[in-house]
């Protein structure tokens, strides 16, 4: 369970925070997750790292995610984190090494829940830069990704394991749903859009 971080320093590409319950919500992540993959290169491995744990209503928002993905079976991305292997606070920075042992300079994205306030609950965001997993619960936990997705999946601020314990479950699987499919069909199409530019280059 990840900290809110509306913002980072300088960042060429804004933050996105939408409501799910947003008529256009699924056009707009795609839109900006092809907007942050203009800057992967060509042959570098997209690694997508699915945070939370299965035993937490308000943190299963990760390995709910990462379960969808891999019914895709696509040969686009790795998939890291789902709820049969979760990746949690007890073995990130062990998936972690072993990421950066197979892989050389990927391409992350890092999925997670978070708290919010209480306007914000329900939102998803997108936002450049690494995920703090753990600091919303006050974990040290080594930072994740070239970018990241968050649900804000209830209010923050006040006895976080109590709440996240407490979350509903309808909420959590809408938006796994909204960002699994999102991202599923961003990189589909980002892939999409290389073959021709390789073949003019060629």
Known sequence: MSQI????????IPYLKIPHSEPGIHSAII?????????????QDVIIVCIGTDRSTGDCLGPLVGTALAKYNCPHFHLYGTLDEPVHAMNLKETLEKINDRFINPYII?????????????????????????????KELPPVGDIHLTGIVNVGGFMEYFVLQNTRLSLVMRLSEIISSCLYRAIKEWNRNLIPLARREQ
């Open 5 to 12: 971080q509306p913002s980072i320093p300088g960042p060429e």
């Open 31 to 43: 839109h900006r997750l092809l907007l942050h993959f203009a800057k992967v290169s060509p042959g």
């Open 110 to 138: 890092s999925i997670d829940a978070c708290l919010g306030q209480t306007t914000s609950v329900g939102s998803i965001q997108v936002v450049q830069g690494p995920l703090r997993p753990g600091a919303g619960v006050n």
